[in-house]
Nanobody, 126 residues
Framework: QLVESGGGLVQPGGSLTLSCAAS????????MYWVRQAPGKGLEWVSA????????YYTDSVKGRFTISRDNAKSTLFLQMNSLKAEDTAVYYC?????????????????????WGQGTQVTVSA
């Protein structure tokens, strides 16, 4: 089970940290992702972590602004989001996705694959 939290309303330029609490599987093994869906648009890859090695990956639009991290002791994945823009407005999902980043990004994300949380809304607006 994956449960996201930490979303909310923030002004442009502001920051938020999303959390994803994991249970029911061995955390620290496998690939975990943050995926978002903006209003009226499809699912978009945001970031991924190989939770075993700690390697991290980001889509170009968030590089330098977002940071993915994890706390293995607490079985929690994080997404620190800085310098937020209006175009970051979306529902953000945490997913356990059994593909490497470079394999996953060859296709659009699918909620029919892997395990997903319920999502948390992030709204960036003045």
């Amino acid at each position: 089970q994956l449960v996201e939290s930490g979303g909310g309303l923030v002004q442009p330029g502001g920051s938020l940290t999303l959390s994803c609490a994991a249970s029911g599987f061995t955390f620290g093994v496998g690939w975990m992702y943050w995926v978002r869906q903006a209003p009226g648009k499809g699912l978009e890859w945001v970031s991924a972590m190989n939770t075993g090695s700690g390697s991290t990956y980001y889509t170009d639009s968030v590089k330098g602004r977002f940071t993915i991290s994890r706390d293995n002791a607490k079985s929690t994945l994080f997404l620190q989001m800085n310098s937020l823009k209006a175009e970051d407005t979306a529902v953000y999902y945490c997913a356990l996705y059994g593909k490497t980043w470079y394999s996953a990004i060859l296709q659009k994300p699918s909620r029919n694959f892997g395990s997903w949380g319920q999502g948390t809304q992030v709204t960036v607006s003045a």
